[in-house]
């Protein structure tokens, strides 16, 4: 944390990583009578980050509110934009007074992609905020905080690798995935993470994941056994619609991937490799085509 004064005006900041996460597993159970869809899924934190820089301003003359920028001009800034809320939530919830709260993302993270990077950005602010204001919320009070901001966010406020159940607000901490390189291809278009829940509901599902057997490989640092069960019910939809989903799986096969899935709703696709060169040499390949490929890693 920095802390810097000016005369009567006072500044504290400090930066957060919001890291992107990918699905090792995504299975849809049911529906609420609210319309929510149940889910169980796998999920894990990998290095990708945004950085969230988060500035609490006091003893301006004319105090300024939440003032949200990014470094991708086209993206809201307004009460549109999660983390924005995730700001407007804290000070509501707390009680804790506003004067000016400035934040700053310097976005790196994919969007509408299916790696939870606006959920990740908001988890982020509350992070912050809790960091700034000396609150001492707790983990859970967080997370409770976070669902009402989205699904993804308590998961995004802890990371690692984690069961998600009920609507994704349900978490257990699993045993931590081996080590290993990511490559993520997000191809030039975006996906509506709830037009493709609608879809779901008529969407025959054939085949669905072997969560509980992917725990098992997870408990056992099996890592063959994790790529032998990478599966996402949402493939059924987003991938039937859009060809170049199964291209991006095919090429980072062909390049040495150990297993490739799509993340989330969507269209993010990613590929497991043990193998640095494998993976830097699958990165090269998927850029000359989709400028949003990234080469990270998974981490705790």
């Known amino acids: 944390m920095i802390f810097e004064k000016k005369q009567q005006e006072t500044r504290e900041r400090t930066m957060i990583e919001a890291r992107a996460k990918i699905n090792l597993t995504l299975d849809v159970t049911g529906k609420r009578e609210d319309g929510y869809h149940l889910v169980k899924m796998v999920m894990q934190s990998v290095d990708l980050h945004d950085d969230v820089r988060v500035t609490i301003v006091r003893g301006e003359k004319k105090p300024r509110g939440i003032v949200l920028s990014c470094s991708m001009p086209f993206l809201p800034t307004d009460s549109s934009n999660l983390a924005y809320r995730a700001a407007e939530l804290f000070y509501k919830e707390t009680g804790v007074p506003l004067e000016t709260c400035e934040i700053f993302i310097e976005k790196r993270i994919p969007i509408a992609a299916g790696l939870a990077g606006g959920s990740t950005d908001a988890a982020a602010v509350l992070r912050a905020l809790n960091q700034l204001h000396d609150t001492g919320l707790s983990r859970d009070r ?8 989205g699904a993804d966010v308590p998961y995004c406020l802890i990371g690692g690798t984690m069961l998600a159940e009920g609507i994704g607000e349900k978490l257990t901490e699993l045993s931590p995935m081996q080590p290993c390189y990511v490559v993520l291809c997000k191809p030039p278009f975006a996906v509506s993470t709830k037009e493709v829940y609608q879809e779901i509901d008529s969407v025959p599902l054939t085949q669905r994941p072997d969560t509980d057997g992917m725990i098992k490989a ?4 099996d890592y ?6 990478l599966m996402n019910v949402m493939e059924t939809v987003t991938a039937t619609k859009r060809r170049q989903i199964g291209e991006i799986r095919s090429v980072l096969r062909e390049n040495g991937a150990d297993a490739t899935l799509m993340s989330g709703s969507g269209p993010t696709v990613y590929g497991l490799f043990s193998d640095r060169i494998a993976a830097d040499a699958a990165a090269t390949v998927l ?5 949003e490929t990234f080469l990270t890693e998974t981490v705790q």
Request: some cysteine; proline content about 0%; hydrophobic content about 35%.
């Open 224 to 229: 063959k056994g994790v790529c032998d069960r």
């Open 218 to 221: 997870l408990e056992s640092c």
């Open 287 to 291: 850029a000359r085509r989709f400028s």
């Open 142 to 149: 967080l997370c409770e905080m976070g669902l009402k901001l």
